[in-house]
């Protein structure tokens, strides 16, 4: 199948297991789970996931098994979303083309609908027997740490908010874009390698393909954020400009992100040359985020 196809089957998958996984919404307290699944079920190019399994494949084949943990990346990932949306940080009233989960179910459940998807993915990474001990503590602890203050995205968070408005400074943007989205985009690569036991080469491969991709997504996202339209990215459109946030073409203009965005697409792809034609697919997604429009 093509990449497209690819994209398709995968994402489908990840939707079937993601709704496995997901209280129903008929299951008491009906709101909490009502609000989780709006913002889970909104859409979203699931490429966390994707990314988990295709690492996944290119150490080791098929992995039909990795769309478990590969679930506990986009559980993590909404989350995130539901509470950078919220009024006290990014204040938006979209996301993924629907209402933000604040604004259908208020901030309070809101939050706690964050609260409870990022729980919950843990759960889920917990009780997947099927994968060793020893890779499921791994996989646990690598989706903590991306997640958290020290070079994660919460501290890229911080950074962020702590950043608008001010003067811009290129080490705190490379910070804030290499934690805030790369770290997760990172951890997505380097769970697909400890899912399918990577060796430490084809592991360092992984992580720098990782962090390459990651600040090339972010950087793209920056440049959306002043070229496309609300419609087209899903949500409010040049909110950086007017939170002041630190960004990219703010700081080096609209051409030169792009050149730097393909660097590190470049750089990405070049990482994994050792891991062969298994990585087929992280080599086409590489260049997919680097095209994209939304």
Known sequence: MNLTEYLVARRAAVDAELERLAPAADVRPTTIHRAMRHSLFAGGKRIRPILLWAAAEAVSGEAPGAVTPACSLELVHTYSLIHDDLPALDNDDFRRGVPTCHKVFGEAMAILAGDALLTRAFQVLAEADSIPHDRRVALIAELAAA????????????????????????????????????????????????????????????????????????????????????????????????????????????????????????????????????????????????????
């Open 147 to 294: 997640a958290g203050t020290i070079d994660g995205m919460i501290g890229g968070q911080v950074e962020d908010l702590e950043a608008e408005g001010k003067p811009l400074d290129a080490d705190r943007l490379h910070y804030i874009h290499r934690s805030k989205t790369g770290a997760l985009l990172r951890a997505s690569v380097v769970m697909g390698g400890i899912y399918a036991g990577a060796d430490e080469r084809a592991s360092a491969g992984l992580s720098e393909y990782g962090r390459r991709i990651g600040l090339a997504f972010q950087i793209v996202d920056d440049i959306l954020d002043v070229t496309a339209d609300s419609a087209t990215l899903g949500k409010t459109a040049g909110k950086d400009v007017e939170q002041g946030k630190a960004t990219f073409p703010a700081l080096y203009g609209l051409e030169e992100s792009r050149r730097q965005a393909r660097e590190h697409s470049n750089a990405a792809v070049a990482a994994i040359e050792p891991l062969g034609l298994n990585a087929i697919r992280l080599r086409e997604i590489a260049e997919l985020v680097i095209s994209r429009s939304s």
